[in-house]
């Protein structure tokens, strides 16, 4: 069942007090609670890693390459080690026998050509950012002064930048002994033979589409900071970092550290995209730099050479191609990628795109399904998750070609989806690609989304700029997407060669005053983790929301999960949570009965109390049961003094967010800037926490999306310099950039997990980019504009208009 | 190295500094402000704005010595009523509390930043338009908002400053979760 919210009906709801306790899901869940997060983030009393102080703390710098490929033939480091405060300086070559090589934990086939990947560079650059070396000091400014006191002797090699000179014949090679710069071919097909099924089709249309290579730019810039107790060959390592869990794994494996002498602690992290899901050459440098000085060592990242040196997002060319019938329905889509890889592979560099090809045919129906990508090594820095991680490439993909696919045939875009797309009581759908969807309802959010949109005024405008000849042009786009979400059934993690599991661990601990402790390996970075876990915990336990104290974040204090990425956390975490937290009202069931002289099977708990059915005043609190259990005078024979409860839960599907995204932008054709006009998203993330956090989610995911529509590229110069170096250049939206969004929901719960809950934190991403494009290509629609590349900024649109859509 | 001498949320220090050192690494590693954070070296994202006798600055762009004799106030100090509005000690400030209340926070890193940058804003101009907070607010970047909350926040605290009380928050839960001076 779907039922429909928009922001306002949910802010009259959560003002209405009966509301609050409304039959829906008790009193928490679906609250607008305020953020326990905010009182530290809004008063400055917020633990960042950079701030961190430890006594006797040294800085580290990084010497980078200036050359995007050269042979190193010399690095000498005296000079830096003259220079006042310095304690030390290292070259790779001083560090080749400690400092490991970088782990990627998705060999996506068993052929994937891995090159190592050294934190700092031994014998070769492969991009300009490669480390070089480092030096420690007393303070931040000495430690950068002394790294132009080293001297570096480089023997330049020819550079390769564009994926399809990588792999031409001829080419510069990324890394000469793999003779290659393919670094994997993955072949996947679902359905029908694609060739047999495009034979029968009508209409075939084809476009290429370049994903343009992103900065993921999360406010906080990285940082690290290793504290050893050298004696004892011990190592607390605090990072600025998404997945402080699977970090001390790899720091382990990497280093050689045995992984139980590594404690890593993720403290306030300002935010990540995906670009802090990852275990960088820097996190082990300080750490190998610490063991062998026995002090503490920061790392803290400039902005631009985070630029850099954070893996960047996106980047892949991707051919395209979709058949039908006359009439419109959609037999076959066939997609060719070339995904950039960069100069080496990081944790999940080669994944990206095959995460992305299971999305490819989106909402739609389909009989044949055709997907090749291929990995490859360019001089530049590598590519990584960032924020959708392959769903926003993939959606971008499908969402404009349906549009092309509707120009072709003369027919409404939306019009055309609707007739393709899975009605919402197909349900539970296994599409050309083998996945089971659910659930969905994608006519009741288009709805929605027409009727706050205004859709038939807007044509009616458009109509009548068109005919006028207006200078300002109005297009409207459409993106009715959908994504996976929840990371992941472990066995198709399996399935697909990574290297861990989807998992996620939950443990709820009830103090001997009542208090709560909720530990939870989904390690937050802005997202209002402890909100919302206060919230679930409050709602199962019945006990005040104020009372319940998140702990994440801290290998020693949460010592199991797989962190936070993927839209997971809710999914995935807040399911482990709510079912360590129906552990504890069992084991407490236990010993309220016992207490209260009941049999167990009679004891019933409602709102935060336990009471015998028939004898309503027979009754004691969870609080109750808590000290009693504490005290332990008079438990259950045989029964542990404990009603605390872990969960390691293993999510049986994916979730599957979807909504329907409209957008409708001027576009100036005599200067050819793009304003976007209005913008509606109704969104369907299931059953939702916290509404406001959802909404908040669902905005910053817009922006993004946005950004890359309209501002953000990362471009390098034919040496491979990143030219897009600073802030100054990388066009980052301003509140001025953008328009005020207008949100609506509506609720299809998600079938496969007991909270109804689908995750949210990279939808509005996904959906927001093909939305804004296909508006900018429909406003060019009259000057033969079928297509355009990202960032559509001024030039691009004025170049187009001028040349009556040849690119 | 140069003597100088900065009262800083209220308190008076006098150090030595090199002439090359930022105000932002000064309070940060000499002052230990870690409330103000850096998030960028080309002077584009704001996190790291104060207020330096009531105007918003960007303390990157300000040398440590350039600051001598000022009066700096920084999130640290802004509850503490230091800073524009003569608040009662402990209070937060209405630009703090419309961030909690209207959800214009979400990793919090660009926060200080934009709270100060906001009550310089507020101080400028006491009804704002939308539009004229959007260029207002035009030199401190964030990546999790999408700006639409800290728009709001802002309105709603300049429509609380100028008495004429918050607007409706999206939060509507009762209980006051921040306290007094949290």
């Known amino acids: 069942m779907t039922e429909q919210l928009d922001a306002g009906m949910v802010a009259e709801q959560i003002a209405d007090a009966d509301a609050l306790s409304s039959p829906r899901r008790g009193g928490e869940l679906g609250r607008g609670r305020r953020r326990k997060e905010d009182a530290k983030l809004l008063t400055g009393q917020t633990n960042w890693t950079d701030n961190i102080v430890l006594p006797g703390l040294l800085h580290m710098s990084v010497l980078r390459s200036p050359m995007a490929h050269a042979k190193i033939l010399s690095v000498d480091v005296s000079g830096a080690l003259e220079m006042p405060g310095v304690i030390a300086a290292y070259s790779g070559a001083d560090l080749a026998e400690v400092q490991g090589s970088l782990p990627c934990a998705w060999p996506v086939t068993p052929d994937m050509v891995h090159p190592d990947h050294h934190p700092l560079a031994v014998d070769e650059v492969r991009y300009v950012g490669d480390g070089v070396a480092v030096v420690v000091a007393r303070d931040r400014y000495a430690s950068a002064d002394a790294l132009e006191a080293i001297v570096v002797e480089y023997d330049e090699l020819p550079v390769v930048l564009d994926m399809e000179s990588a792999i031409s014949d001829g ?421 309220a009965a016992h207490l209260l002289e009941a049999a167990e099977g009679d004891v019933e708990f409602r709102s935060g109390t336990f009471s015998v059915k028939g004898s309503p005043e027979a009754k004691t609190t969870i609080q109750e049961v808590a000290l009693a259990t504490f005290a332990a005078h008079n438990l259950p024979e045989g029964m542990e003094p404990t009603i605390d409860a872990d969960c390691v839960y293993d999510p049986e599907n994916f979730s599957f967010p979807h909504g329907t995204h409209l957008c409708a932008v001027e576009v100036d054709t005599e200067t050819g800037f793009t304003k976007i006009r209005k913008y509606v998203c109704v969104d369907d993330v299931g059953k939702v926490v916290n509404p406001v956090i959802v909404e908040g989610q669902v905005h910053g995911g817009l922006t993004q999306g946005i950004a890359q529509a309209l501002y953000e590229e990362a471009i390098h110069d034919a040496a491979g310099n990143l030219v897009t170096g600073t802030m100054a250049d990388y066009l980052l939206p301003t509140a001025a950039d953008l328009p005020h969004f207008d949100t609506g929901r509506t609720e299809t719960a998600s079938t496969t997990n007991p909270l109804g809950v689908k995750g949210v934190g990279e939808a509005g991403t996904i959906a927001s980019t093909p939305a804004v494009i296909n508006a900018v290509v429909d406003a060019l629609r009259p000057f033969g504009v079928n297509n355009i590349d990202m960032p559509a900024t001024p030039e691009r649109v004025w170049r187009l208009v001028q040349s009556g859509g040849s690119r | 190295m140069t003597r100088v001498s900065m009262n800083v949320d209220g308190v008076v220090y006098e150090d030595e500094v090199e002439s090359r050192t930022l105000l932002i690494h000064h309070l940060r590693e000499r002052l230990g402000r870690v409330g103000t954070p850096i998030g960028c070296d080309t002077s584009n994202c704001g996190a790291c704005t104060v207020l330096i006798s009531g105007e918003s600055v960007k303390s990157c762009s300000v040398f440590a010595v350039q600051a001598d004799g000022e009066q700096i106030t920084t999130i640290q100090g802004l509850a503490d009523g230091q800073g524009v509005n003569g608040e009662a000690v402990g209070q937060w400030h209405p630009v703090q509390r419309a961030f909690q209340q209207h959800h214009g926070l979400q990793c919090g890193y660009c926060t200080p930043g934009m709270v100060l940058a906001a009550v310089d804003l507020l101080a400028r101009n006491a009804s704002p338009t939308e539009d004229e907070v959007r260029h207002g607010l035009e030199g401190n970047l964030c990546r999790c908002t999408g700006y639409q909350n800290i728009v709001k926040a802002v309105l709603s605290a300049a429509s609380e400053l100028r008495g004429e009380g918050p607007l409706p928050g999206s939060f509507q839960d009762s209980a006051d979760l921040t306290g007094v001076g949290a």
């Not at chain 1, 409050?538 to 962190?563: I, R």
């Open chain 1, 171 to 591: 080419t510069p090679l990324v890394h000469e002994d793999k003779g290659t710069n393919t670094c994997f071919v993955w072949p996947f097909a679902g359905g029908e033979d694609y060739d047999a099924t495009k034979a029968k089709a009508d209409v075939v249309v084809k476009r290429r589409f370049r994903q343009q290579r992103l900065l993921p730019a999360a406010m906080e810039p990285r940082a690290v900071v290793v504290a050893p107790i050298a004696a004892a060959d011990d190592y607390t390592v605090y990072s600025a970092t998404q997945i402080p869990h699977i970090l001390r794994v790899m720091l382990a494996l990497v280093t050689g550290i045995p992984e139980h002498r590594i404690r890593v602690i993720a403290p306030d992290v300002g935010g990540g995209f995906g670009s802090k899901l990852n275990v960088y050459a820097e996190e082990v440098l300080a750490l190998v730099v610490a063991k062998k000085l026995g002090r503490p060592v920061k790392w803290t990242e400039s902005r631009s050479e985070g630029f850099q040196a954070t893996i960047h997002g996106r980047d892949q060319i991707q051919d395209v191609e979709i058949c039908a019938t006359q009439d419109g329905k959609v037999l076959g889509l066939k997609v060719d990628l070339l995904a950039d890889m960069g100069a080496y592979l990081q944790l999940v560099t080669p994944g990206v795109p095959i995460l992305g090809a299971f999305m490819f045919p989106a909402i739609y129906k389909m009989d044949a399904y055709s997907f090749t990508c291929t990995g490859v090594f360019t001089n530049k820095t590598p590519t990584d998750a960032y924020r959708g991680a392959g769903r926003p490439e993939a959606t971008y993909a499908i969402e404009r070609i349906m549009d092309e696919l509707a120009h072709e045939l003369g027919r409404d875009p939306m019009d055309l989806r609707r007739q393709n797309w899975i009605k919402h009581e197909e349900f539970p759908f296994e599409t050309v690609c083998g996945l089971t969807y659910d659930s969905g309802n994608y006519e009741a959010a288009t709805e929605k989304a027409e009727a706050m949109f205004g859709m038939a005024a807007l044509r009616a405008e458009q109509k009548a700029r068109r005919e006028s000849r207006d200078p300002i042009q109005l297009g409207i786009g459409i993106s009715t997407f959908t994504e996976m979400c929840g990371l992941a059934p472990s066995r198709v993690l399996g399935s697909l060669s990574y290297g861990a599991g989807g998992w996620e661990a939950a443990q709820i601990r009830m103090l001997p005053t009542g208090k709560v402790e909720v530990v939870s390996g989904a390690t937050p970075h802005g997202q209002g983790h402890h909100t919302s876990w206060s919230q679930i915990v409050a709602d199962a336990l019945g006990v005040p929301f104020e009372d319940v104290e998140c702990v994440t974040g801290d290998t020693d204090s949460s010592p199991k999960g797989m962190d936070t990425y993927g839209s997971r956390s809710l999914v995935v975490g807040g399911v482990a949570i709510h079912r360590a937290a129906a552990k504890v009202i069992e084991k407490a069931r236990r010993v």
